[in-house]
């Protein structure tokens, strides 16, 4: 039997998540045909690691048509741009999140899809967390009954982020909302179903931890969706003790994803709550086997731009609200 083709891959940007990107590549016998990145020193210790032909414009490597996909995981802002110039060139594009900073972006990204026919996915990755999909088929199969509550606090201390793009509202397009509650949002969407309502709060503070920013440090969004399920996303970059928690309750039992020891464990039929068992398996990993599996035309993109494009405009209402 013949080996399936190995995609010719493209990382551009090679920072925090692109490093994830690289060595989940790696874990799925890929090696870099190309990486692109603005910093000279993170381009050439990426190259340096992982091989692969140094580009230090994302745009001149998708001009290269040495690769047939490409991670893109550069801030935000660049996203649409790399984005779009990938897809006329018929290169898959996994685009990590947020799709983009704008509504309008992020739309020209979606028209772009559907114009060129080529392969998109959006980096939700918690749609690949194992424990994510057993929750998820735990609601599918009815075992949590008629969902009532949904709750997903992704809190942290995200050290000298005023230093960072991170803070910067024109580069990022928000704060820990769109940083963080993007997932959230993603997560609500694809195990509650589409929110009809949408509320937020965001702060902003000086503290021991830092200055205030130009953007929020905290935020809660509130959502209802259509069948009356109510939502409740909390993030925050300056709560050192932090909380990766997903919780849903629902008419017939309760199940709680916690992060902090990957454990999913559940109440239901009145009796006690125990450990669900999950099988391992790192999400980012699972992420680009998946992306792969796509281009070979043996899946589709679990996370899709219609899925990228409602999380940023449930997002943008979320500033606006
Ligand atoms: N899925 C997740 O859980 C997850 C986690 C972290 C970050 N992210 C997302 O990944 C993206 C990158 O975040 P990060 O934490 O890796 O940031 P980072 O700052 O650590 O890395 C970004 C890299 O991109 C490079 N870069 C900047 N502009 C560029 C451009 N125009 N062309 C080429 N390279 C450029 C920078 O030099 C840097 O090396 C963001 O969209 C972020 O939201 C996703």
């Not at 932090?242 to 017939?252: L, Y």
């Not at 999950?278 to 070979?296: K, L, Q, S, T, Y």
Request: charged share 20%; hydrophobic share 45%; aromatic share 6%.
């Amino acid at each position: 039997m013949t080996a399936a083709p190995n995609p010719r891959v493209g990382i551009i940007g090679a920072g925090g998540i692109g490093k994830t990107h690289l060595s989940s590549w790696a874990a799925n016998g890929i090696a870099p045909t190309a990486i692109a990145d603005a910093n000279p020193d993170t381009l050439a210790s990426a190259v340096a690691e992982h091989g692969g032909q140094a580009y230090a414009s994302g745009l001149d490597l998708i001009a290269s048509g040495a690769v047939d996909l490409i991670s893109i995981c550069t801030p935000p802002a660049f996203h649409a741009d790399l984005a779009v110039a990938s897809l006329d060139a018929g290169i898959g594009v996994l685009c990590e999140k947020p799709l983009a900073t704008t509504i309008g972006d992020a739309e020209r990204v979606a028209r772009t899809v559907e114009r060129t026919g080529t392969l998109f996915a959006m980096g939700f990755c918690h749609r690949y967390q194992p424990h994510i999909e057993a929750l998820k088929a735990m609601i599918d199969g009815g075992e949590l009954g008629v969902i009532r509550e949904f709750r997903n606090r992704f809190a942290g201390h995200l050290a000298s982020v005023e230093q960072t793009w991170f803070s910067n509202p024109e580069i990022a397009g928000g704060g820990v909302l769109a940083d963080t509650s993007i997932h959230s949002i993603d997560l609500f969407r694809y195990l509650v179903g589409d929110p009809v309502h949408i509320h937020a709060l965001t702060s902003s503070c000086e503290s021991g931890l830092g200055p205030s920013l130009d953007v929020e440090d905290t935020g809660t969004i509130i959502l209802k969706s259509s069948e009356g399920a109510l939502g409740v996303l909390e993030s925050s970059w300056r709560t050192p003790v932090g909380e990766w928690v997903v919780a849903v309750h629902g008419t017939g039992g309760s199940a709680i994803v916690d992060y902090a020891d990957l454990t999913l464990r559940a109440c239901t039929k009145g009796g006690d709550w125990a450990d669900v068992a999950v099988p391992d398996g790192d999400r980012f990993v699972r992420e680009i086997a998946a992306f792969i599996a796509c281009w070979r035309g043996e899946d589709t993109p679990r996370a899709t731009i219609g899925d990228g494009l409602a999380a940023t405009r449930i997002l943008d209402a979320a500033y606006r609200a």
